[in-house]
């Protein structure tokens, strides 16, 4: 989201941050010169989904939907395909989420067209906003079974934005006890060119403790179906008081200027609105 005040370019394009370094080099991308084109992702589709493909809806080219009536998703649910624009980063980085996350995308999808089916599709509903949001600007934080107590520490502190606590002095359990997770695709295209202010909304899930010990295709897996089932749990984000922000350029190791005058900055790590209500996540709860 670009709503917080401070909101300037960080210029790290020549170095790209931790979370696209990893992904790009999972999916073997050279470069940030150039998005990948639609034939590259499906063949990305092929090889890399955690359902060996077997869930992910084929990309094809925008410009033959230009006179489609339907909506987006209603699209998506009911040819299969997924509208991508050529040349688009933000396009081209939701196909890799959906590679990612097969299972959590489709599900989102079933709760847009549910929604659509009751109210129409248009307006939104509150709950397709939600989703909207999450599917753009969500991160996952994965919680391995075992270390749910010492997790809960950090994720309260996230949600309470203790900041300082959250990202320096828990900042040993980042990638040890949670393991954070880019969900939105919006996030990764604005990581692209990061810029303080970009603050995303976490959904923390439980994974297998095996998690710390497989390959990152199979981490993916599990993740996915963790979200998934968060999402349901959740009735698809039904209530407003579930999601919290999350200042991405915070987590350790996310950005190279992390001293103590950047995590001081009050008007990127915000404090807790007195009237803000409790997130509904925690605490989290082993399964």
């Known amino acids: 989201m670009k709503s917080v005040a401070v909101s300037h370019s960080l210029n790290q394009s020549a170095s790209l941050t931790l979370p696209l370094r990893s992904l790009f080099?999972?999916?073997?991308?050279?470069?940030?010169?150039?998005a990948p084109d639609i034939a590259t992702l499906n063949q990305i589709a092929r090889q890399f989904s955690p359902l060996a493909g077997s869930e992910v809806p084929a990309f094809v080219n925008a410009e033959q939907f230009e006179h489609d009536p339907r909506y987006y998703e209603i699209i998506v649910a009911e040819a299969g395909q997924v509208p991508t624009r050529q040349g688009s980063w933000h396009d081209a980085f939701n196909a890799m989420i959906w590679t990612l996350f097969p299972t959590s995308k489709q599900r989102l999808n079933q709760y847009h067209i549910a929604d659509i089916n009751t109210f129409g599709a248009h307006p939104r509903t509150p709950r397709r906003n939600r989703l909207t949001h999450f599917d753009e600007c969500g991160v996952v934080l994965?919680?391995?079974?075992?270390?749910?107590?010492?997790g809960n520490q950090l994720l309260d502190a996230l949600a309470h934005h203790h900041w300082t606590?959250?990202?320096?002095?828990?900042?040993?359990?980042?990638?040890?006890?949670?393991?954070?997770?880019?969900?939105?695709?919006?996030?990764y295209?604005?990581?692209?060119?990061?810029?303080?202010?970009?603050?995303?909304?976490?959904?923390?899930?439980?994974?297998?403790?095996?998690?710390?010990?497989?390959?990152?295709?199979?981490?993916?897996?599990?993740?996915?179906?963790?979200?998934?089932?968060?999402?349901?749990?959740?009735?698809?984000?039904?209530?407003?008081h579930i999601l919290k922000p999350l200042p991405v350029l915070g987590i350790p190791g996310w950005l190279e200027m992390q001293n103590n005058a950047f995590y001081s900055n009050t008007e990127y790590f915000r404090p807790l609105s007195a009237n803000a209500k409790p997130t509904l996540q925690l605490p989290l709860i082993p399964v």
């Open 189 to 240: 295209e604005m990581l692209l060119n990061p810029f303080i202010g970009l603050t995303a909304k976490w959904l923390a899930v439980v994974v297998p403790d095996e998690f710390t010990q497989v390959s990152v295709q199979q981490q993916y897996q599990m993740a996915d179906y963790s979200l998934e089932q968060r999402l349901v749990h959740f009735d698809g984000l039904h209530s407003k």
């Open 25 to 34: 080099a999972y999916f073997s991308l050279q470069d940030a010169k150039n």
């Open 142 to 150: 994965a919680v391995p079974a075992s270390f749910v107590e010492q």
């Open 165 to 187: 606590r959250a990202f320096c002095e828990l900042q040993q359990d980042w990638y040890s006890r949670v393991y954070p997770l880019v969900f939105g695709h919006a996030i």
